[in-house]
């Protein structure tokens, strides 16, 4: 299979796993305790433990396809970023990369407090993991878009 459409099946795992990490820390750190009237309201009020399983799904596939895509990355275009003397977006990059493996490492733990049925008094630690994975998903989608705009694959 082609890196680019590696790279394209990765973005769309990404945007999938970006929503639903989404949904859920807006839904744990602003609940809501009425009936949702509005958008915004609704977003907060999603049922956050539903989304758990798909989170879990999706940040394995996506760390994993981002590892099989990763040789073509760093042949092709970190060789250009050095050469251009861009650190920061490489730095990032490398922040990137430490942040996914520590969102692979607290899986379990997201696992383990999210599991049903949800005892209430761990809600703070479930909005805590959610808000970590939700910075590291964040952080990993938008510092992955930079680089492949800078040079995308194929260039």
């Known amino acids: 299979m082609s890196t680019t459409f590696l790279l394209i099946v990765h973005g769309l ?18 609940p809501i305790h009425k009936p949702a009237n509005s958008f ?33 990355y760093r042949l092709g275009i ?21 942040f996914v493996a520590v969102g692979l490492g607290i899986l379990p733990a997201y696992w383990y407090y999210w599991r049903k049925p949800l005892e209430e008094d761990q809600a703070r630690t479930r909005a805590i993991l959610t808000g970590v994975l939700a910075f590291i998903v964040w952080w990993s989608f938008l510092v992955g ?11």
């Open 13 to 30: 795992l990404a945007v999938a796993l970006l929503g639903a990490v989404t949904h859920q820390a807006v839904s744990v750190w602003a």
């Open 40 to 72: 915004v309201e609704r977003v907060r009020g999603v049922q956050a433990g539903s989304y758990a399983t798909a989170i879990i799904v999706l940040y394995l596939a996506t760390a994993t396809l981002g590892g099989i895509i990763y040789p073509a």
């Open 78 to 98: 970190r060789t250009v970023v050095e050469q251009l003397e861009m650190w920061s977006p490489n730095g990032a990059f490398e922040l990137k990369e430490h």
């Open 145 to 155: 878009h930079i680089l492949n705009n800078i040079r995308g694959f194929g260039s």
